[in-house]
């Protein structure tokens, strides 16, 4: 059977069924048809994935910088010969629509090229001492091997967000791909790389259920980093299991994400960014827009815009050019979303315009006369609901702000843009944006959050740094005395 078809598991540089009696299967969440269904790997498959990947590390680690980014450089041609396949399992699997997949597709491009550099930035330095004919010498070297965790939302390019940069710093990885994504965040990755020609065990790919192979792969003593994007409650559990086994992780994790409107925004501009940030992919983006927090002086210019925006998205088939909302991931999120939306009305939210649902795909929602407190701007939404929360100062709206435990991206709109950064400072969040909308990601920017919302940096130098160790090692010219 060929690998093409992507039920098997990727281990030292071979396809091979998975050894677990379980399946997982692979659906479709806009048809709800399977795609296939993959045999599962179980421990003996973890176990022997780790086993190549420290196999492979020693050799990979000495590879000379250029053919490092010889290698970066053919898989950037793999990628671009074999676009349209990957944007193809992007909408079939991930229920991307096509401007999405685009925009995944052209992040995960700006990641792989931002890492080609890294095998040249390895720089050490060399300190001062204060013994007498001693210097200290600082060496930049990989971890070793990088455990992966891709996410189901952006799967190919947050999954290759970790495995790009961490290979390029002479790490080697084992990656555990989202269940419902288990393709474009891990499989069809491998595949890229086999094909690049990438040494054997360089990355290895497991799918499994995180019930059957979960804690193991967080626990196994060859891994010295997880990295893990997902869910804040999964990404806790990660934390507590790396934390008794003393293992570092980069963990971006959820968010709740707030654009601020002042009295003096550009309401039609703000009205635009809004319906980007809220519904690019059906918000279902760790970083989309939650909440839409409105000064009350353009409150009713702003929903009265923003209601005629959001009513002409197109909802539905994300294969065709036109849809902007496509579907949710699973029946589940529509049950959590909808209970969240009626909650919310029952304590005093209106719905402005949406709420219905067809199939797998809710219509874009909007809610005013929300709180706070009221579970749709409590909880992060991952759907297509913006809730729009009227205020009376700047100062009550960097509160409803920073009134969310989470804090990954936001957005402030004023047409002052020292005023905008002054805001922008006092809010609680590892990235905001002045007069932009929430959902960025730049491969050369430090990209993370603060409280729940994760731990660590991805992109550029602070990736470099997330990857790689120092050591110190002292060096003495001539004889040194010593008290005794």
């Known amino acids: 059977m060929s690998p093409k078809t992507f039920t098997k598991q990727y281990i030292n540089g071979q396809w091979k069924s998975g050894s677990s009696e379980k399946y997982v299967d692979n659906v479709n969440p806009y048809t709800q048809q399977t795609i296939a269904s993959i045999p599962s790997a179980n421990e003996d498959d973890l176990n022997e994935a780790y086993e190549s990947a420290v196999n492979a590390q020693e050799s990979w680690m000495t590879i000379l910088p250029g053919k490092k980014q010889a290698h970066f450089d053919q898989l950037l041609k793999v990628v671009h010969d074999r676009k349209d396949e990957i944007i193809d399992w992007l909408v079939k699997e991930a229920g991307s629509t096509l401007v999405k997949a685009e925009v995944e597709f052209q992040a995960a491009v700006g990641i792989i090229r931002e890492s080609a550099s890294f095998p040249t930035r390895m720089s050490g330095q060399i300190l001062p001492s204060n013994t007498q004919g001693k210097e200290n010498r600082v060496y930049r070297s990989p971890k070793g091997v990088i455990g992966v965790i891709g996410p189901w939302n952006f799967p190919f390019h947050l999954a290759m967000r970790s495995i790009a940069p961490a290979l390029a710093t002479g790490n080697t990885v084992v990656v555990k791909p989202a269940s419902d994504a288990p393709v474009t965040s891990g499989l069809l990755i491998a595949d890229l790389f086999d094909e690049a020609g990438f040494p054997e065990g360089v990355i290895n790919v497991v799918v499994g259920r995180g019930s059957e192979i979960g804690d193991a792969f967080v626990k196994h003593p060859a891994a010295k980093l997880i990295s893990f994007t997902g869910s804040t409650?999964?990404?806790?559990?990660?934390?507590?299991?790396?934390?008794?086994?003393?293992?570092?992780?980069?963990?971006?994790?959820?968010?709740?994400?707030?654009?601020?409107?002042?009295?003096?925004?550009?309401?039609?501009?703000?009205?635009?960014?809004?319906?980007?940030?809220?519904?690019?992919?059906?918000?279902?983006?760790?970083?989309?827009?939650?909440?839409?927090?409105?000064?009350?002086?353009?409150?009713?210019?702003?929903?009265?815009?923003?209601?005629?925006?959001?009513?002409?998205?197109?909802?539905?088939?994300?294969?065709?050019?036109?849809?902007?909302?496509?579907?949710?991931?699973?029946?589940?999120?529509?049950?959590?979303?909808?209970?969240?939306?009626?909650?919310?009305?029952?304590?005093?939210?209106?719905?402005?315009?949406?709420?219905?649902?067809?199939?797998?795909?809710?219509?874009?929602?909007?809610?005013?006369?929300?709180?706070?407190?009221?579970?749709?701007?409590?909880?992060?939404?991952?759907?297509?609901?913006?809730?729009?929360?009227?205020?009376?100062?700047?100062?009550?709206?960097?509160?409803?702000?920073?009134?969310?435990?989470?804090?990954?991206?936001?957005?402030?709109?004023?047409?002052?843009?020292?005023?905008?950064?002054?805001?922008?400072?006092?809010?609680?969040?590892?990235?905001?944006?002045?007069?932009?909308?929430?959902?960025?990601?730049?491969?050369?920017?430090?990209?993370?959050?603060?409280?729940?919302?994760?731990?660590?940096?991805?992109?550029?130098?602070?990736?470099?740094?997330?990857?790689?160790?120092?050591?110190?090692?002292?060096?003495?010219?001539?004889?040194?005395?010593?008290?005794?």
């Not at 925006?309 to 496509?326: C, Q, R």
């Not at 990954?408 to 002054?422: A, I, K, N, W, Y």
Request: with cysteine; hydrophobic share 40%.
């Open 233 to 484: 409650e999964v990404g806790s559990h990660i934390g507590e299991l790396a934390g008794k086994y003393i293992k570092e992780t980069a963990l971006e994790l959820g968010g709740n994400n707030a654009m601020i409107v002042l009295e003096d925004a550009d309401i039609d501009q703000a009205v635009e960014a809004a319906a980007f940030g809220k519904f690019l992919h059906q918000g279902q983006i760790c970083m989309s827009l939650n909440r839409i927090i409105v000064d009350e002086h353009v409150h009713d210019s702003f929903i009265e815009k923003f209601k005629e925006k959001v009513e002409s998205l197109k909802a539905g088939d994300p294969s065709e050019k036109d849809t902007v909302i496509g579907p949710l991931i699973n029946k589940d999120a529509i049950e959590r979303i909808q209970e969240d939306v009626k909650e919310s009305v029952g304590r005093g939210a209106e719905i402005l315009t949406g709420g219905e649902t067809d199939g797998s795909v809710m219509q874009p929602t909007v809610l005013t006369g929300v709180t706070s407190d009221m579970p749709i701007a409590k909880n992060e939404v991952f759907g297509p609901v913006a809730s729009v929360i009227k205020v009376s100062s700047e100062q009550e709206a960097i509160q409803a702000a920073n009134s969310s435990p989470y804090g990954l991206s936001g957005s402030v709109f004023t047409r002052d843009v020292h005023r905008g950064v002054e805001v922008a400072k006092r809010v609680e969040t590892g990235m905001i944006h002045v007069n932009d909308q929430s959902v960025n990601d730049e491969a050369h920017v430090a990209f993370g959050g603060e409280k729940e919302s994760g731990l660590g940096r991805f992109g550029g130098e602070w990736a470099l740094d997330k990857f790689t160790t120092v050591k110190w090692i002292g060096v003495m010219n001539g004889y040194r005395e010593f008290p005794f």
